[in-house]
């Protein structure tokens, strides 16, 4: 399925650790996509994504209340990722801002990690 999101700002509460990074999501399609549906915390703070085709994120702006060291990010057969024009806050330490597992093609670009938090530009 493809999906496409363009110009999400999104304030999180945060504090993520290294262990909920490492969370291991069970299979279960009949409770998707309800988000507690995945443990106490997600592995990723702001987009988990499995079992796509075509994902698209434009434009995202991300803030979090507290530092979290899960990435922003996490892609588990995710076929046909482009993320690009976003900005993560930038955490001290952390795994990594995105992971793509049996994720091919794709492309990320113009992101920002620095912390900023402008808001968005349409284009």
Known sequence: ???RSSVILSGLAGGGTAEHAGAVV??????????DRFGPRPPAYEVFARHVRGLTLKNVRLKLAAPDLRPALV?????GLTASDGSVPQA????SLVRL?????????????????DPPTTR
């Open 26 to 35: 069970a299979e279960n399609p009949a409770a998707y996509p309800e988000i």
């Open 92 to 95: 001290k330490d952390p795994e």
């Open 101 to 117: 597992e049996q994720s091919p093609r794709a492309i990320i670009e113009r992101f920002d990690a620095s912390g900023a938090n």
């Open 1 to 3: 399925m493809d999906e």
């Open 75 to 79: 892609c588990q057969d995710v076929l």
